[in-house]
């Protein structure tokens, strides 16, 4: 059966010319000076509808599946993977596993329009990989909650319309680690960090158009009714959507090998060295015929995955095959692509050197690779 039906095809196609054409001039420009992903852009994404590709129709969304938003996500990320993660940020979040009906009809509309974007706090100075120990705490008060503690890396902490918040709500049990969790919807303004949190911008090395906080919450306050979900039960509500944030990240860093792929080929054709052109030697040659085919089964094997989860199919274990194998694959292919510009790649001249500093966060974000290796391992010779 071929994966690539007509629709999908025209999906593919569009986000491509939009990418290209969209995305990549603004990324070229604005990635080397640090500059924040404009607003204009964002409502572009918003036009196209990126924001609501998973978001059912009853609720102002496209209703696809998790296969169309990542063939979007491929294309995107080719161009910029900022602007390929920002559509996570609508799309129901990896938050609405646990909305009940009465949120859904209130936030998910917004969402899908690109009207309400937002970003996701969960990890701690303390709790990375080892979600578990998770220290921040949300204390009932009233009618609402107080949330104290500290955050780290919550990417667009300042540009967003919400933060879903992840914090501890009942004492840690050592017998059921994971249990006391709750996931809360913090509204705030777009551009201000929220009443009673303060946030520095944590100096990255990439993963530029957007900023990444460290954060402090001191008695912030959050009305009882978003509380999402039930009470304790969010690294369920977090984990269960962990398939498609997987997927979403094997499509990023495919989207980044190709644009190291294609930057390289297009290099190595117009490189003239010993009287021809670079492209003729057979080294070179067969540099990027190995990245096409590491390229190409990734492909494949997102492809595989993305079919499972939108037929409703268990695949825990492949999507962190997927999100292994393609992460590992992006760092190899775009350094090749940089050795291929050889003194031209360690500028800021091309593009390759972006594709290359992106792709290396894809082996640390949404679970290490080393993570990946303890699930994979796990499911195949038990824990």
């Known amino acids: 059966m071929s994966h690539m039906t007509e629709e999908r095809r025209l999906i593919q196609d569009s986000a491509r010319a939009f990418s290209m054409n969209e995305v990549l001039p603004v990324a070229n420009k604005l990635d080397p000076e640090q500059g924040d992903i404009p607003m204009d852009l964002r409502e572009k994404l918003a036009d196209m509808g990126y924001y609501g590709i998973m978001i059912p129709e009853e609720y102002g ?16 990320s080719r161009a910029w993977m900022s602007v390929a993660s920002i559509i996570a940020r609508g799309n129901g979040m990896i938050a609405s596993n646990g909305f009940t009906e009465e949120q859904k009809r209130r936030w998910l509309p917004r969402m899908a ?5 937002g970003a996701f706090s969960m990890s701690e100075p303390n709790a990375g990989s080892d979600v578990a120990n998770i220290s921040c705490r949300a204390v009932k008060d009233g009618d609402s909650w107080l949330i104290t503690g500290n955050k780290y890396w919550c ?14 709500t009942s004492p840690q049990d050592p017998k059921r680690r994971h249990a006391g969790l709750s996931m809360f919807f913090l509204e705030k303004k777009r551009g201000e960090l929220p009443a009673n949190c303060l946030g520095t911008a944590i100096p990255k090395i990439g993963y530029f158009g957007w900023k990444t906080f460290e954060l402090a919450f001191d008695n912030c306050r959050v009305p ?6 039930e009470e304790g039960k969010a690294f369920y509500y977090a984990t269960i959507g962990l398939e498609k944030a997987r997927a979403h990240t094997a499509a990023r860093s495919i989207g980044l090998a190709r644009g190291g792929l294609e930057d390289a080929i297009a290099y190595a054709k117009d490189r003239v060295q010993f009287g021809k052109a670079i492209a003729e030697f057979q080294a070179i040659r067969f ?9 190409e089964a990734a ?3 997102m492809y595989y995955v993305c079919d499972q989860i939108d037929t409703g199919q268990r695949c825990d274990k492949e999507a962190s095959m997927v999100k292994l194998f393609a992460s590992e694959m992006s760092e190899r292919v775009t350094s090749e692509a940089l050795q291929i510009h050889g003194g031209a790649g360690y500028t800021k001249l091309h593009a390759v050197e972006r594709h290359w500093r992106d792709a290396r966060l894809t082996k640390i974000f949404e679970g290490t690779s080393e993570i990946q290796m303890r699930i994979i391992s796990d499911q195949l010779l038990g824990r």
């Open 155 to 168: 990417t667009f902490a300042d540009g967003a319309d919400f933060i879903v918040v992840i914090a501890r």
């Open 287 to 295: 540099k990027i015929a190995d990245m096409a085919t590491q390229v």
């Open 61 to 76: 969304g496209m209703g696809l599946g998790c296969f169309e938003y990542c063939l979007v996500t491929e294309e995107l």
């Open 299 to 301: 492909r494949q094997l």
């Open 113 to 117: 329009k690109g009207e309400w974007l």
């Open 224 to 229: 009882a009714e978003n509380l999402i979900g």
